[in-house]
């Protein structure tokens, strides 16, 4: 459904994505993961005709974005990183505005929004400003449906609502994917990397893997040591300059460090904590998404000093 083939784009010189080559099947739930600046919105913007490529090709539906924009403006559905809707108008008014702008309305393609419509409804004369976050969402998500889209691009969707609504989000996507609707979802969040069918990992402009995120978790080739103690700096400072294990970063209160050999747990954890006086523990643990991404941006180049 979509194809991107050695896509480049610069801004004054600075390369905001270079050689990028990725595909999209139909029905698919694609996602495309890194942090801010990493790209997701410039390819995003390139895809939906906001942006022109440098170089190189992307196709929708077998067509050139690029030479057939009006096709893929009338058969896209754009969801921006940013709440871009019209703060003074209603919620209706909202929705019926973007309908008309494609030729129908809420009636006509009532089915096509209706699960997430109907908890709208009783707010249909709300201004759009004054929803909470996970509301707003809604609304930019209908808006983005209701012309009955081949594909829905959606730039960060969760970005800055609460956990329940990143959920609530999620289970709409996947009755949407249900329905034959090809969904390409960028995300900051590597949590949210498992909930799609594959997905593209992203950093600093260049695709680090493709593949589904159980395959992903699966490559990752290193030994993983999780330590857990409540002052995380202390230990990975000595963890990284005076037992040399330079691939240690921190996830929240634990460190993670990868490792290409067997370590002895006993006696590292004894070490750390003559060193530190700290109290810990450390075991074995299992690869995620975002193991699998820092130890990708390290192999590549991509960073001299990573910390999660």
């Not at 390369?15 to 495309?32: D, P, Q, S, T, W």
């Amino acid at each position: 459904m979509v194809t991107f083939e050695n896509v480049c784009k610069s801004y004054n010189g600075i390369e905001a994505v270079r050689n990028i080559n990725f595909m999209v099947n139909e029905g698919e739930l694609f996602g495309l993961i890194g942090p801010d600046g990493a790209g997701k919105t410039t390819l995003f913007q390139m895809l939906t005709t906001v942006l022109l490529p440098d170089s190189g090709s992307i196709t929708f539906n077998g067509k050139d974005v690029v030479e057939e924009y009006k096709y893929v403006r009338k058969s896209v559905g754009y969801m921006p990183g940013k709440f871009a809707l019209y703060q003074d108008l209603s919620v209706t008014e909202n929705l019926n505005f973007f309908a008309t702008i494609f030729g129908t309305t809420i009636q006509e393609n009532y089915e096509v929004i209706k699960d997430i419509y109907q908890q709208l409804e009783p707010f249909g004369d709300r201004r759009a400003g004054a929803l909470s976050g996970g509301m707003k969402q809604k609304l930019a998500l209908s808006c983005a449906l209701i012309h009955s889209p081949l594909v829905l691009v959606l730039d960060e969707p969760t970005f800055g609502v609460d956990a329940v609504s990143r959920s609530e989000f999620w289970e709409m996507l996947k009755t949407l994917k249900k329905r034959g609707v090809t969904i390409l979802v960028s995300t900051p969040y590597m949590d949210e990397a498992v909930l799609c069918d594959r997905v593209a990992l992203i950093q600093k402009g260049t695709i680090l893997k493709i593949d589904t995120p159980r395959a992903i978790e699966q490559s990752f080739e290193r030994n993983i040591y999780i330590i857990k103690t409540e002052k995380v700096y202390p230990i990975l400072q000595v963890l990284r300059n005076d037992l040399g294990l330079e691939h240690s970063f921190t996830f929240g209160q634990e460190i993670h460090v990868y490792s290409d050999q067997e370590l002895d747990v006993e006696s590292l954890r004894v070490t750390l904590s003559k060193t530190t006086k700290l109290s810990l523990t450390i075991g074995k643990g299992e690869a995620t998404i975002e193991d699998c991404f820092m130890d990708l941006m390290v192999r590549g180049g991509l960073t001299e000093k990573v910390d999660s």
